[in-house]
Nanobody, 126 residues
């Protein structure tokens, strides 16, 4: 019943933009922090961003630039990742994670995420 489903990836050219979506069901979305990670064959899983459930605060990885923006719409049980000016090094499978904020110490890279989606693939190539 619990489900997290990513979508919005695809084959794009450098300089394009994408908005990835993460639709949640089977749990109370408004109580969960949400996150985005990515993984490619050349790199280990990389934390990108997270957004808290209650305060709506955002956390971004130190290594990424402001081309990435995480957001959420609790009315739609959906989290988003906007990526602007895509580059070849952004090619990866992008995953959405969820964690109940009542049972975690902090929201960020080391958060024990409860649920994961299947991922959506982003390929940036000319």
């Amino acid at each position: 019943q619990v489900q997290v489903v990513e979508s919005g990836g695809g084959l794009v050219q450098p300089g394009d933009s994408l908005r990835l979506t993460c639709v949640a069901s089977g749990f109370t979305f408004r109580n969960y922090a949400m996150s985005w990670y990515r993984q490619s064959p050349e790199k280990s899983r990389e934390f990108l961003a997270a957004v808290t459930s209650f305060a709506g605060s955002t956390v971004y990885a130190d290594s990424i630039e402001d081309r990435f923006t995480i957001s959420r719409d609790n009315a739609k049980n959906t989290a988003y990742l906007q990526i602007n000016n895509l580059q070849p090094e952004d090619t990866a499978v992008y995953y959405c994670g969820a964690a109940h904020e009542d049972y975690i110490d902090s929201v960020g890279e080391n958060t024990p995420w409860n649920f994961w989606g299947q991922g959506t693939r982003v390929t940036v190539s000319s």
